[in-house]
């Protein structure tokens, strides 16, 4: 049974930090396409950051390239996304989601509906 368990999510001032973590476990992690999503009241759940488990290579969207890190510890199967200097418009559900490396380039640009495996995220809040 395939797992994705999100923590790591909470309440900041703008301008702070926090590291998301999500756990897999029943997954061939070492040949993943790790993406993070996140989803505000009212929009469209968008892609933030992604990474090719195999080549390490990672992903961002514009609107958090230099702010947001994805990284991972192989050994405990878990995907971290370090946000920086968080803003108002960072806030929303996060999401971690999975699936194989295999065909679609691992972008965040893929989008959502070609994830197999999603955690059942993990709220950040980031007032003014």
């Known amino acids: 049974q395939v797992q994705l368990v999100e923590s790591g999510g909470g309440s900041v001032q703008a301008g702070g930090s926090l590291r998301l973590s999500c756990v897999v476990s029943g997954y061939a992690y070492s040949r993943a396409c790790m993406t993070w999503f996140r989803q505000a009241p009212g929009k469209e759940r968008e892609g933030v950051a992604s990474?090719?488990?195999?080549?390490?290579?990672?992903d961002y969207a514009d609107s958090v390239k230099g702010r947001f890190t994805i990284s991972e510890d192989s050994v405990k199967m878990t995907s971290y996304l370090q946000m920086t200097s968080l803003k108002p418009e960072d806030a929303g559900m996060y999401y971690c989601?999975?699936?194989?490396?295999?065909?679609?380039?691992?972008?965040?640009?893929?989008?959502?509906?070609?994830?197999?495996?999603w955690g059942q995220g993990t709220q950040v809040t980031v007032s003014s």
């Open positions: 989601a999975a699936r194989s490396i295999k065909g679609v380039a691992c972008t965040v640009g893929a989008g959502s509906a070609i994830m197999d495996y």
């Open positions: 990474m090719n488990t195999v080549s390490g290579i990672t």
